[in-house]
């Protein structure tokens, strides 16, 4: 597809066990962007990629969070050891050009953790 | 400490009402973006915003930067039922190195 595409839509996980959300950005994007949405509220800065390379993560709340773009293009946030306050909907977003401002998101990915 | 507020927080209309929603801050941005979101979905770019006293127009939709750019505002004609949604704001400034830093937007209802 044309936009970004992030999966899986929906993830539930037990308090405690580690995940892993995925974003295929636009093709050709060098910005990508992580942001954490909680209910009723608006995104959240957790981190940004310039091709590989992680030029910023301010955001990331604890070090049970990381991310990473090997190769410029696929993003993995992976969160570890999921607590109960991780429950939030996890949105990647890419820009065509080298500047901290999202252009295009994808639909999210939902978490819960029971 | 909340960079940038958002007014009201909800709102709800008839259809073919005017509206106006407002983003502001005690800080200067170096540039503000406009989005809208549905549920389910992730937010969708309407417009940005450099210049202090900008005006653009998309459609029925008028976005006015304040002349401080410490303040913008979305201004909607004659609402239909298809501008439900949750209208965010996202500032830039140069004292978190230009990274947009969103606020919690306003929920608009346009009713039948």
């Known amino acids: 597809g044309a936009g970004v595409s992030q999966s899986p839509r929906y993830k539930v996980a037990k308090r405690g066990q580690d995940v892993a959300l995925r974003c295929d950005p636009i093709?050709?994007?060098?910005?990508l962007f992580w942001y954490q949405q909680a209910l009723g509220q608006g995104p959240e800065f957790l981190t940004y990629?310039?091709?590989?390379?992680?030029?910023?993560k301010s955001g990331l709340p604890s070090d049970r969070f990381f991310a990473e773009r090997p190769e410029g293009s696929v993003s993995t946030l992976k969160i570890q050891r999921t607590q109960q306050e991780d429950s939030a909907v996890y949105l990647c977003a890419s820009t065509l050009g080298r500047v901290m401002r999202p252009q295009h998101f994808g639909d999210g990915t939902r978490l819960s953790i029971l | 400490t909340q960079l940038l507020e958002q007014s009201p927080q909800f709102l709800s209309i008839q259809e073919g009402e005017n509206l106006t929603v407002y983003c502001n801050s005690s800080?200067?941005?170096?540039?503000l973006q406009w989005y809208r979101q549905e549920p389910g979905e992730g937010p969708v770019l309407l417009v940005t915003?450099?210049?202090?006293?900008e005006v653009k127009k998309l459609k029925r939709l008028t976005f006015q930067f304040g002349d401080a750019r410490k303040d913008s505002s979305l201004h909607i004609t004659a609402a239909q039922p298809g501008d439900t949604g949750l209208y965010l704001c996202a500032g830039a400034f140069r004292t978190n190195a230009g990274k947009s830093t969103f606020g919690d937007g306003t929920t608009l209802t346009v009713k039948p």
């Open positions: 800080s200067v941005f170096s540039s």
């Open positions: 915003v450099v210049t202090g006293g």
């Open positions: 093709s050709g994007h060098v910005s």
């Open positions: 990629f310039q091709n590989e390379a992680q030029l910023d």
